[in-house]
């Protein structure tokens, strides 16, 4: 995935680092670790964009310092993460 990558790709690599270190829901990673491996998975691609992006999908939550992983990041699939507009519940 290189510079050109959209919000959606950098939101799904976002969370596949979630599920590779199989943080169950609820659980959080250090920001700063997430955004790491996020600059080097992506090139450099906008963590911001990715960010809000897991959050309008409800999959992720910026809690400052840690991002916490939501029941609908936990349970999405690659096919769950096909854009289809907000997911249920989401706070668009």
Known sequence: MGQNASSQERAIA?????KSRNVAEGESLMASDVFI???LSSGGAD?????QYAERRNWLKDEGAVIRLLDAGR???LADCEDKGPAK???V
Not at 47 to 51: D, E, K, L, T, Y
């Open 14 to 18: 976002m969370l596949s680092i979630f």
């Open 37 to 39: 491996d996020c600059q």
């Open 47 to 51: 963590f911001r964009a990715a960010m």
């Open 75 to 77: 349970r999405a699939t």
């Open 89 to 91: 519940g989401a706070v």
